[in-house]
């Protein structure tokens, strides 16, 4: 047996396929607006909509073995599982303390 076929039985590689597909519908969405505004607070959002899709996609290569390997350990945590999973609420935390601070 494959190693994927676990996978088929609980449904991950339906949702890792449709996490990424929208991710990158909405990552090419972003792009496109990026180019429209040049506003920080939007560049941010534009950044956590890209990071968000990272993160998809680093769940579904380490999902299907592809990356693998020793891991860097913060606290007995991944240190790549921590930053995939942050960083985009920290790009969408700083467009929202810009725009804030825009007073617009």
Known sequence: MSQVSPFLTNGTVVELLVSLSLGGFASF???ISWRKSRTLSWIFVVAGILSL?????YAALRAFGL???PELRVFGASLANLVTDNLSLVFFSLACIVHARAGK
Do not use: P
């Open 29 to 31: 969405v972003a792009i």
């Open 53 to 57: 899709y990272a993160e998809n996609l």
């Open 67 to 69: 990356l693998s390997g």
